[in-house]
C-alpha cells in the first residue's frame, strides 16, 4: 500500500511569492490534515479537509488555505509568504470523518523563504 | 490551548523506564501520541478517549486521566528503537487537535 506522497520535497521562494504544496492521501482515505513543523514550535495544525470540504482550521492568517479535489489530493497554498513561513509542512491522512482515527503522515515539503 | 509536555528531553541508558507527561488546562476528549524519528514523518503510537481504556503499543503504555486533564506515556525497558520526538496532541470540545512541544527522547547504549 502506498503512503502519503508530498510534492514537492523542496521549495525555495522569496518574500511576497506564492507556494503550492500537493499532498496525496493513501487510498480510501478521505480525509487530509496540513500541519507546520517550524524548528522549536512542534506541529501546528493548519486545517482539516474531508470530502471536499475543510472541516477545521488552525490559528493561521487567511493566506494559508487549501483545498481538497474528488480524488482527495490536497493543496495547500500560501499567498504573501513570509521569512517565518520557512518550515516542514507536512500532510496526513486518514479514513473517515473524524479525529479519532490513527494519521499517516507523508514526508513533508521544506519551504524556505527568502 | 497548546498542551504542555514534560519533561522536555529525557537520555536513558538502554533497558531504562521513562515517563513523558501531557497536560492541558482545558478539558480533554481525547490524547494522540506520535514519535517522529530525526528526519523523519511522525508515526502513530496510540489514541486515548475520554472513558476509554489504557493503551498500549509494544513496551509504551500510555493512561488518560480525564480529571486531571492529562495523559502519561510510559516507556518500559527502553530501546534504542524508542529515540526520538514524542507529542502529544489533544482535543476538546471544539475538535481541534492541538499538538504539544514534543519530548525529545535518546536512549543510548
Known amino acids: 500500500e502506498a503512503g502519503v506522497t508530498q510534492s514537492p520535497t523542496h521549495l525555495i521562494k522569496t518574500r511576497g511569492q506564492q507556494a503550492t504544496l500537493r499532498c496525496s492521501p493513501i487510498?480510501?482515505?478521505?480525509?487530509v490534515y496540513w500541519y507546520q513543523q517550524a524548528l522549536g514550535l512542534g506541529l501546528q495544525f493548519l486545517l482539516w479537509y474531508d470530502e471536499g470540504e475543510e472541516r477545521n482550521r488552525g490559528n493561521f492568517p487567511p493566506r494559508f488555505s487549501g483545498r481538497q479535489f474528488p480524488n482527495y489530493s490536497s493543496e495547500l497554498n500560501v499567498n504573501a509568504l513570509e521569512l517565518e513561513d520557512s518550515a516542514l509542512y507536512l500532510c496526513a491522512s486518514s479514513k473517515g470523518l473524524t479525529l479519532y482515527n490513527e494519521q499517516f503522515f507523508g514526508p513533508g515539503t521544506r519551504l524556505t523563504v527568502l | 490551548q497548546q498542551p504542555v509536555q514534560s519533561p522536555q528531553a529525557v537520555i536513558l541508558r538502554e533497558g531504562e523506564d521513562a515517563v513523558i507527561n501531557c497536560s492541558s488546562s482545558k478539558a480533554l476528549y481525547s490524547v494522540h501520541w506520535y514519535r517522529q524519528k530525526h528526519g523523519e514523518a511522525p508515526v502513530f503510537l496510540m489514541i486515548?478517549?475520554?472513558g476509554g481504556e489504557q493503551m498500549r503499543h509494544e513496551k509504551i503504555s500510555a493512561s488518560f486521566n480525564e480529571k486531571k486533564q492529562q495523559s502519561s506515556l510510559y516507556l518500559t525497558a527502553s530501546q534504542l528503537s524508542y529515540s526520538g520526538t514524542y507529542f502529544c496532541g489533544t482535543t476538546g470540545n471544539n475538535r481541534k487537535l492541538i499538538w504539544g512541544l514534543g519530548t525529545s527522547l535518546a536512549v543510548n547504549p
Open positions: 486515548l478517549l475520554k
Open positions: 487510498s480510501g482515505h478521505t480525509s
